[in-house]
T-cell receptor, first 111, second 114 residues
Framework: LAKTTQPISMDSYEGQEVNITCSHN???????ITWYQQFPSQGPRFIIQ???TKVTNEVASLFIPADRKSSTLSLPRVSLSDTAVYYC????????????FGAGTRLTVKP | DSGVTQTPKHLITATGQRVTLRCSPR?????VYWYQQSLDQGLQFLIQ???????AKGNILERFSAQQFPDLHSELNLSSLELGDSALYFC?????????????FGPGTRLTVL
C-alpha cells in the first residue's frame, strides 16, 4: 500500500473552501485514492474515491493531477460540523491486506 | 446510521480476562473488517473476513482471534487482556465489488481494561 503524507492539522472558518492535500509518491498503476472522515468516537465515513482527474459528489471534490503523486480533497463552504479528522488512503480497492489509515488531518472549523 | 451494528457499546474488564465483541454487517455485505483505534496508535487494521473465510490479516495479536459465521455476523475475541488493549474497536463491512470498495463502519465498542 502506497505511503501517504498529509498535514497533521488545519484550521478554517465557516463558509470557506478547504483543500487538504495528500502526497503519495509511490502510488501504483492500479491504486485508487480514497478519503474518509471521522468524528470523535465514531467510525470513519467514506467521503469520495477517485483514480484520476476530478471526481465530485454531493459532499466533496477530489482533484488528482496527471502524475497521480498527490491528491487534493476539496470541501466547499465548510461548516462547524465539518470539524473532523480526514484520512487519505491509497491502494487497490479489492486488496485490503494492508489497509492503513495513517494519522489523518485534523480539520478545525471556527465560527 | 451506516447499517453496521456492534455490541456491546462499552466494555469494562480486568487484565487477564477474555471478551467477545460482536458485529453485524450491512444487509448484503459479505466482507467484515475489524480495526483497533487507540490514542497513540491511530486506526489499525486487524483482520478481514469474506463470506466466512479469513481474507486478510493486519496487525492482529496472537491473543486476538476472529470469525465470521454463516449468517455473516462476526465476532472478535480478545484474550489475556492487557492495559494496552484498551481502545475503540470498529467493525466495518463492504460489498466487495472489484472496482469500488467503500467500507461502512459501525459505531464501535469501547473497551477499557483495568
Amino acid at each position: 500500500l502506497a505511503k501517504t503524507t498529509q498535514p497533521i492539522s488545519m484550521d478554517s472558518y465557516e463558509g470557506q473552501e478547504v483543500n487538504i492535500t495528500c502526497s503519495h509518491n509511490n502510488i501504483a498503476t492500479n491504486d485508487y485514492i480514497t478519503w474518509y472522515q471521522q468524528f470523535p468516537s465514531q467510525g470513519p465515513r467514506f467521503i469520495i474515491q477517485g483514480y484520476k482527474t476530478k471526481v465530485t459528489n454531493e459532499v466533496a471534490s477530489l482533484f488528482i493531477p496527471a502524475d497521480r503523486k498527490s491528491s487534493t480533497l476539496s470541501l466547499p463552504r465548510v461548516s462547524l460540523s465539518d470539524t473532523a479528522v480526514y484520512y487519505c488512503l491509497v491502494g487497490l480497492t479489492y486488496n485490503n491486506n494492508d489497509m492503513r489509515f495513517g494519522a489523518g488531518t485534523r480539520l478545525t472549523v471556527k465560527p | 446510521d451506516s447499517g453496521v451494528t456492534q455490541t456491546p457499546k462499552h466494555l469494562i474488564t480486568a487484565t487477564g480476562q477474555r471478551v467477545t465483541l460482536r458485529c453485524s454487517p450491512r444487509s448484503g455485505d459479505l466482507s467484515v473488517y475489524w480495526y483497533q483505534q487507540s490514542l497513540d496508535q491511530g486506526l489499525q487494521f486487524l483482520i478481514q473476513y469474506y463470506n466466512g473465510e479469513e481474507r486478510a490479516k493486519g496487525n492482529i495479536l496472537e491473543r486476538f482471534s476472529a470469525q465470521q459465521f454463516p449468517d455473516l455476523h462476526s465476532e472478535l475475541n480478545l484474550s489475556s487482556l492487557e492495559l494496552g488493549d484498551s481502545a475503540l474497536y470498529f467493525c466495518a463491512s463492504s460489498a466487495w465489488r472489484v472496482s469500488y470498495n467503500e467500507q461502512f463502519f459501525g459505531p464501535g465498542t469501547r473497551l477499557t481494561v483495568l
